[in-house]
């Protein structure tokens, strides 16, 4: 598979690297071990640095997608704010957007109270 040798899009952008590996993951006939060890190869070093306590504690997932899972909780662990880019689009957006009023929304009047 590709992405077993694809670093470069692991460590630019790892949600994407994910999203295609899941995918292509479940079309190929592989077992899970041949799965995680190709995985371990391709993840950025800080990913394999914060999963050694699951290695020697010998509590790693013992599924390919399980596995997945997991460095994706991670990775989202240790990067915050590559991930609220991801669900809220960069900051420069965010800020650009402030102060500016949605046309389609609805004004609502604070002197409205509800009982």
Excluded: C
């Excluded at 006939?29 to 504690?57: G, R, W």
């Amino acid at each position: 598979m590709v992405l077993w040798v694809n670093k470069y899009l692991a460590k630019k952008n790892f949600v994407k690297y994910t999203e295609q590996y899941r995918t292509l993951a479940r079309i190929v006939n592989y077992s899970n071990e041949v799965h995680i060890d190709k995985m371990k190869e391709v993840i950025p070093n800080e990913l394999q640095n914060a999963l050694v306590i699951y290695e020697i504690t010998n509590q790693s997932p013992k599924t390919w997608d399980d596995y997945l899972k997991l460095l994706m909780q991670v990775y989202k662990a240790l990067h915050l704010d590559k991930t609220q880019d991801i669900i809220f689009g960069p900051e420069e957006n965010r800020e650009k957007s402030r102060g500016k009023k949605d046309p389609d929304a609805m004004e609502i009047d604070e002197r409205v109270r509800v009982r």
